[in-house]
């Protein structure tokens, strides 16, 4: 076989350019939210005052508040949702009305959040309900579920049926095959799902726009109507602080995954 090529110097500074490009950004992001200047572009040296007006920024926190509940609520229905269309999609492969169900699930992949929005901006008016906290968390819920089934189900398509039709062999119903076999094998997924599912609700601004109501904005929102008088250094702040969040989530969710992952493969031969 031919052996594989060390990286080039090109490979290397294309691939330092890119991540420049990504992370370069954030990077500034960060090192201006200790700025103690009021002027962004300005730097004034380290503080940490930026931090303490968020902290006493009352509709700040609200709107900071208002987006966890959400964001948590939205990825753990979409989690719980998503995963059982997963397991429908991959186990029923010749029920009626398959391809129209999946077509279904998966439109809000390639649908734009506008049209997303407006359509359920009129679905509330027309069921005259009151846009808050659970408009939202629906909104956000649709739109988060299709990513959720997509990698719970990449996860059901590589995993070995066998194992499952092994355990109903030895005596187990069907269900709690599922949840002691196949559940613990696809754990890894379905957290990746959930925190796949709450990092886009934490960032969503188009749909959460249309579904929102008096009183219960969420951080996008606010962070938006705020940057459009001019970007202040106490938005620096915050998103720093919801970097280190997701940050924070990531590394929970990888621990996680490898815990459930290890408990999968060492419960699996039983």
Request: with cysteine; glycine share 6%.
């Amino acid at each position: 076989m031919r052996k594989i090529s060390r990286l080039s110097r090109f490979n290397i500074a294309s691939l330092a350019l890119g991540l420049a490009f990504l992370y370069l950004p954030i990077l500034i992001l960060v090192i201006y939210s200790f700025n103690a200047s009021r002027l962004v572009t300005v730097w004034g040296g380290w503080s940490l005052r930026w931090y303490h007006e968020f902290f006493g920024d009352r509709a700040m926190i609200e709107a900071s508040w208002m987006s966890l509940r959400v964001a948590v609520a939205s990825a753990t229905i979409a989690t719980l949702i998503g995963t059982l269309a997963a397991v429908a999609l991959s186990r029923g492969e010749g029920f009626r009305g398959r391809t129209l169900f999946s077509g279904m699930l998966y439109a809000p992949l390639v649908m734009p959040e506008v049209i997303t929005g407006l359509s359920l901006l009129l679905l509330f008016v027309a069921l005259n309900a009151e846009r808050g906290f659970w408009t939202v968390t629906i909104a956000h819920t649709t739109l988060t579920m299709c990513f959720v089934a997509v990698v719970v189900q990449s996860r059901l398509g590589s995993l070995d049926r066998s194992l499952e039709e092994a355990a109903m062999d030895l005596g187990c119903a069907p269900v709690r095959a599922f949840l002691s076999v196949t559940l613990p094998l696809i754990a890894p997924a379905i957290v990746a799902g959930w925190m796949l599912a709450f990092t886009l609700s934490l960032d969503d601004l188009v749909i959460a726009s249309f579904t929102t109501g008096p009183g219960s904005a969420t951080l996008p929102i606010r962070i938006y109507s705020e940057v459009r008088l001019g970007v202040k250094p106490e938005i620096n702040a915050i998103c720093t602080l919801v970097i280190a969040l997701i940050a924070v989530v990531i590394v929970i969710a990888s621990l996680a995954s490898k815990l459930s992952s290890s408990q999968g493969e060492s419960a699996a031969p039983l």
